[in-house]
């Protein structure tokens, strides 16, 4: 491994300590126990854009993870760094999502103002640190300094003075040092998701006839690839073609990535896994041309087909569904299932709002359809 790669054995451990294994390293360990948690299960029926009964070939959290993660190693890999870490990381860092995507989250963050909003990033913490309920010993999955560290930061350091609150309340006792950058696995992470979402957003909104092939013709970086793919094999079906363009994205945004970072840890003098937290900027990344070229995407995609009229009515029902479960629960816990319904005894309203966030943020799309149906259709049975 490289001098400034994560080494298990130099851990900082676990907020509660535990005997190594024989057989696996610490990050590997934290990889199982986050492939092993309920949580990650649920992530076959959680969406990202297209909710789950639309089709059976779009992208779920689940897939998207094991892409990310796919993506990850190979990075990892060739730079040198833990590719059991990075891993971790790229499973770990949808495991708060809401179901219905960022529309359910919204609507959970709207809800949830009164009592410090929701946002995926704090729940994914609080998943791995509170609500997986599976060794006797303690809550969560106990995972390492360096997972948690990385999923906490992975977009970059955190301002103490807006932390939200499973964040805030961890770090006092297990102190993340989030005015630092991660590590590169994380960073390394990161970008992967970045990678992953973007073009399997393309194929995605191809295979639902959101836009088609033309009109990336004029899109940078984008277009020319599929040029090139259709000038290479003239005639060429189109799922063939989708894919051969899209698998040459990726290959390009990959060494694009392991490039510029090898140019960044050569300029800095990077030797050691310190020397990456105390940079005090991003080690791993893009060159200034592929950002450019990302930005480029990301606006067809938001245009294209995240306000995609479609999308949109999706969007429009899937907020209503999440808020109507949340004013419901709120209003009458006793509605809740025996388990939640006994973590929201006593007066305070802010920890019954919080344990009916857990529920519905646990939910898959499915449940969460079938829990609405349940409640507000008078003939449904209970």
């Not at 130099?10 to 360990?29: D, I, K, N, V, Y």
């Not at 949580?39 to 993870?65: N, P």
């Not at 994380?186 to 639902?208: C, F, P």
């Not at 970086?221 to 051969?244: C, D, Q, T, W, Y």
Request: hydrophobic content about 40%.
């Amino acid at each position: 491994m490289a001098p400034y790669a994560s080494r298990p054995e130099e851990s900082r451990g676990r907020l509660h300590a535990e005997p190594e294994s024989p057989t696996r390293t610490a990050f590997q360990r934290d990889r199982d126990r986050i492939i092993h948690s309920t949580a990650f299960r649920r992530l076959q029926y959680k969406t990202q854009v297209f909710v789950s009964h639309e089709g059976d070939h779009y992208r779920t959290r689940l897939t998207h993870s094991l892409e990310v993660a796919q993506i990850a190693r190979s990075i990892a890999r060739a730079l040198g760094l833990n590719e059991d870490l990075a891993e971790a990381l790229a499973l770990a860092h949808d495991l708060g999502h809401t179901p219905f995507g960022h529309a359910g989250e919204d609507a959970l963050d709207a809800a949830m103002k009164p009592h410090g909003g929701f946002s995926h990033n704090d729940q994914t913490v609080r998943v791995l640190t509170r609500l997986e309920r599976r060794y006797a010993a303690f809550d969560g999955l106990n995972l390492t300094w360096e997972t948690l560290e990385g999923t906490v930061k992975h977009n970059g350091p955190l301002a103490r003075q807006t932390l939200p609150t499973t964040i805030a309340e961890y770090v006092t006792r297990h102190d993340l040092e989030l005015a630092t950058w991660p590590s590169a696995e994380a960073q390394v992470a990161a970008l992967s998701d970045d990678i992953a979402y973007n073009n399997h957003d393309i194929d995605d909104g191809l295979r639902a006839g959101l836009f088609g092939v033309k009109d990336l013709a004029d899109l940078p970086f984008v277009g020319p690839a599929f040029a090139e793919v259709a000038a290479r094999h003239p005639g060429i079906e189109e799922p063939r073609l989708i894919h051969e363009a899209i698998r040459r994205l990726i290959d390009r945004m990959v060494n694009d990535v392991v490039g510029e970072t090898r140019r960044r840890v050569a300029e800095a003098r990077i030797a050691s896994a310190a020397d990456i937290r105390a940079l005090g900027r991003p080690v791993v990344a893009f060159t200034e041309a592929m950002r450019a070229n990302d930005r480029a995407l990301r606006a067809f995609l938001m245009e294209r087909m995240y306000r995609h009229y479609r999308v949109s009515r999706m969007a429009a029902k899937a907020r209503r569904i999440v808020g109507d479960l949340y004013t419901l629960f709120s209003a009458e816990p006793l509605c809740l299932p025996t388990e939640w319904r006994l973590q929201t005894r006593g007066p305070d309203a802010a920890e019954t709002a919080r344990t009916v966030a857990d529920y519905i943020a646990g939910m898959t799309d499915r449940f969460a359809l079938d829990e609405h149906f349940r409640l507000f259709d008078r003939y449904a049975a209970t």
